[in-house]
Nanobody
Framework: QVRLEESGGGLVQAGGSVRLSCATS????????MAWFRQAPGTERGFVAT????????YYADAVEGRFTISRDNTENTLYLQMNSLKPEDTAVYYC?????????????????WGQGTQVTVAS
């Protein structure tokens, strides 16, 4: 019954910014650890960022540290990913997920619920 739906992706020039949203329903969002993952063509899904239930603890992949910011609004049951200083290598389908604990995941195979993904393309 838990549904996650990403939005906000699109085409952006290198150096630009995009804000992704993940709307959730059917669960208790405020109790969930949430995370963002991404998958580029021909690659395995990889970790981007994670956030605890209150937003007081966050972790980021080294490749996005200092450029991306994960946040959440528990009053709207929505997760966000602010992406700044985008690079062509950030091009991927971005997924949000409900995960067991705050951690620097690999592929996030332990994460239970996933959205459909939203495409972010960074042009060089």
């Amino acid at each position: 019954q838990v549904r996650l739906e990403e939005s906000g992706g699109g085409l952006v020039q290198a150096g630009g910014s995009v804000r992704l949203s993940c709307a959730t329903s059917g669960g208790t969002f405020s109790s969930y650890v949430m995370a963002w993952f991404r998958q580029a063509p021909g690659t395995e899904r990889g970790f981007v960022a994670t956030i605890n239930r209150f937003g007081s603890t966050t972790y980021y992949a080294d490749a996005v540290e200092g450029r991306f910011t994960i946040s959440r609004d528990n009053t709207e049951n929505t997760l966000y990913l602010q992406m700044n200083s985008l690079k062509p290598e950030d091009t991927a389908v971005y997924y949000c997920a409900v995960c067991p604990n705050v951690a620097k995941y690999k592929q996030g195979r332990s994460c239970r619920y996933w959205g459909q993904g939203t495409q972010v393309t960074v042009a060089s």
